[in-house]
């Protein structure tokens, strides 16, 4: 398996401002991707972190808003940008590669927007 | 767009009864998952089913995969409090890459 760390694990931010998150896996891997989970709902895919090459995103999420960063195999960063309210979730950054159809998850930021 | 609803939405049950998840979509995926996710954790993956028709067992749990690849469904056998999660499904939409189901929050009471 691999083990995933984020940081931070939560965070309470002022609107206007960004937060970087940082996704950290203790092996090399593939594929890094980004996920949003608003409060008591599934998980939506914001974007794939490629390394070495700007992230994919998908429907309904901008590079502005959400700059993806992957330096190497092994770490990727999120930032959300220009906060507001609704940017209140929890992002989780997952990794697949290592194993054949298995994705593991970190345990998520919380993110608060007052 | 691709969607997969999961029905129930919620769920709370009695220790030792049983219970059943559905995941279903109009769409066909090549394989689906199903994961739990406990409270302040990412979820954790339970079992992958690539195969139409294809079952699997995983102690209490038993994971179905519609023949036609498009729905699947989580059966627990008298369910326990440790049981107790959002469980949710996920369709292959690519390399590594999943649509999750809608979700289905899980409360076993002792």
């Known amino acids: 398996s691999a083990v995933i760390s984020q940081k931070p694990s939560r965070d309470i931010c002022q609107r206007g401002t960004s937060l970087t998150i940082q996704c950290q896996v203790d092996s090399q891997v593939t594929m890094m991707f980004w996920y949003r989970q608003q409060p008591g709902q599934s998980l939506t895919l914001i974007a794939t972190a490629n390394q070495g090459s700007e992230a994919t995103y998908e429907s309904g999420f901008v590079i502005d808003k959400f700059p993806i960063s992957r330096p190497n195999l092994t770490f990727s960063t999120l930032t959300v940008s220009n906060m507001s309210p609704e940017d209140s979730s929890i992002y989780l950054c997952?990794?697949?590669?290592?194993?054949?159809?298995?994705?593991?998850f970190g345990a998520g930021t919380r993110l608060s927007v007052l | 767009t691709q969607l997969l609803e999961q029905s129930p939405q919620f769920l709370s049950i009695q220790e030792g009864e049983n219970l059943t998840v559905y995941c279903n979509s109009s769409s066909v995926f090549s394989s689906l998952q199903w994961y739990r996710q406990e409270p302040g954790e990412g979820p954790v993956l339970l079992v992958t089913?690539?195969?139409?028709?294809e079952v699997k067992k995983l102690k209490r749990l038993t994971f179905q995969f519609g023949d036609a690849r498009k729905d699947s469904s989580l059966h627990i056998t008298a369910a326990q409090p440790g049981d107790t999660g959002l469980y949710l499904c996920a369709g292959a939409s690519g390399t590594y890459k999943y649509i999750f189901g809608t979700g289905t929050r899980l409360k076993v009471l002792a």
């Open positions: 089913v690539v195969t139409g028709g």
């Open positions: 997952s990794v697949g590669g290592l194993h054949k159809n298995i994705q593991y």
